[in-house]
C-alpha cells in the first residue's frame, strides 16, 4: 500500500485514509466499528485492517479490537527561529514524542538541517519532515531579502526519500487558525495573522480557508512598509487595510500600549482580536500542513 502519495481520487487510496484517520484518533476499533465510522463496507475494512496490520501500522488488542501503532511512523517538525532551532518530534497519533531545542549555528542552513535531521533519524523512522522559518518560501525554495534562492526541498528529498514540507513561520500560524474552525474569520473573505516581535511584523493572509502566499511566497509581506510610529499596530493596521481590508486580523505578541487607535476605511464591523498562543497555534499549524499534504481529506 502506497504512502504519501498525494491527492489521490482512487477508491482504495480514499478508502485507506478513512480507515487510517479513524485509528490516527488513537482509539481502539473492532471492523465493524471501523466500518460503521466509515460507511464502508466490512468486507474493504477487514481487508484494509489485515493489510494495516501486516505492514506494522496498526496492531491488534485483545481479541477484536485493533489499534494504531504509534511507533510505526514519526513526523519532524522543524522551527527555525532567528537564534534557535525547535525540533518536535510527533508520532502516528500526531502527539508530542519527542521535543528538543538548540541554539542556531553560524552554519548554512541546509547543513543546520541536516544535522538535526540525522540525530533525529537515529531513533524515531521519520514519514516525513515539515520546516517553518521565517522567509518567504514557494514550493520548497526559500527565498531571502537579496533576491537569492535556496532549493531546499529538492535537496534534502534527493538526500533522506520523504517528503519534505517548508512553510514560512507565520503561514504555519494561519494554518493553525484554520485547523481550529472555531472562529469567525473562516466565513470573512479576508483575514490576516501579525505577529509583533523584536524582529518585525510578520503578516499572513488567510482566503476562507487556504493561506495565500503568492508569488515566490511573498503575499503578505509588510517588512519594506515604513511601521516605525509610536505606534506600530496602527501603522501596520493602515497599510493591511489599505491593500487587503480584512474583516478579521489577529494580533499575536502585541506589546503593551499597541492598540490600534484607528482602522481607517474598514468602518466599525472589524474584528481585532488577540491571542497569546502564538506557539502553539504553529504546532497545530505543522500537524495541519502534514494532514494537508498527505491526506485526500485536507
Do not use: W
Not at 516525513?128 to 521565517?134: E, K, M, S, V, W
Amino acid at each position: 500500500m502506497k504512502h504519501f502519495s498525494g491527492h489521490s481520487d482512487t477508491l482504495d487510496n480514499i478508502s485507506y485514509s478513512l480507515v487510517k484517520e479513524t485509528f490516527e484518533t488513537g482509539k481502539e476499533f473492532s471492523q465493524k466499528e471501523v466500518a460503521e465510522l466509515t460507511q464502508l463496507p466490512l468486507k474493504i475494512v477487514c481487508r484494509l485492517i489485515e493489510q494495516m496490520t501486516a505492514a506494522g501500522e496498526i496492531q491488534k488488542k485483545g481479541l477484536n479490537k485493533f489499534i494504531i501503532n504509534k511507533n510505526y511512523s514519526f513526523f519532524l517538525c522543524v522551527k527555525v527561529g532567528d537564534e534557535k532551532v525547535d525540533c518536535i518530534v510527533f508520532d502516528s497519533t500526531y502527539s508530542v514524542a519527542a521535543r528538543t531545542s538548540r541554539e542556531k549555528p553560524e552554519s548554512d542552513l541546509l547543513n543546520l538541517l541536516v544535522e538535526i535531521i540525522d540525530d533525529i533519524r537515529a531513533e524515531h523512522n521519520l514519514a516525513c519532515i515539515a520546516i517553518g522559518i521565517q522567509a518567504s518560501v514557494k514550493d520548497g525554495i526559500v527565498y531571502d531579502d537579496g533576491g537569492n534562492k535556496l532549493d531546499l526541498k529538492a535537496q534534502l528529498e534527493q538526500k533522506y526519500s520523504v517528503p519534505i514540507f517548508i512553510e514560512k513561520e507565520i503561514n504555519l500560524v494561519c494554518y493553525g487558525n484554520i485547523s481550529e474552525k472555531q472562529i469567525q474569520f473562516l466565513d470573512d473573505e479576508y483575514s490576516v495573522c501579525l505577529n509583533i516581535s523584536e524582529t518585525g511584523i510578520h503578516c499572513g493572509l488567510i482566503y476562507k480557508t487556504e493561506v495565500l502566499t503568492g508569488f515566490q511566497g511573498r503575499a503578505g509581506e509588510i517588512g519594506l512598509a515604513d511601521i516605525s510610529g509610536k505606534n506600530p499596530l496602527s501603522e501596520a493596521l493602515k497599510f493591511i487595510n489599505a491593500v487587503f481590508s480584512p474583516k478579521t486580523v489577529i494580533v499575536y505578541n502585541a506589546p503593551e500600549n499597541t492598540e490600534p487607535q484607528t482602522k481607517p476605511g474598514t468602518g466599525s464591523e472589524q474584528n481585532i482580536v488577540f491571542a497569546s498562543d502564538y506557539e502553539a497555534k504553529c504546532e497545530k499549524g505543522f500537524v495541519y500542513l502534514i494532514k494537508k499534504r498527505t491526506s485526500i481529506f485536507c
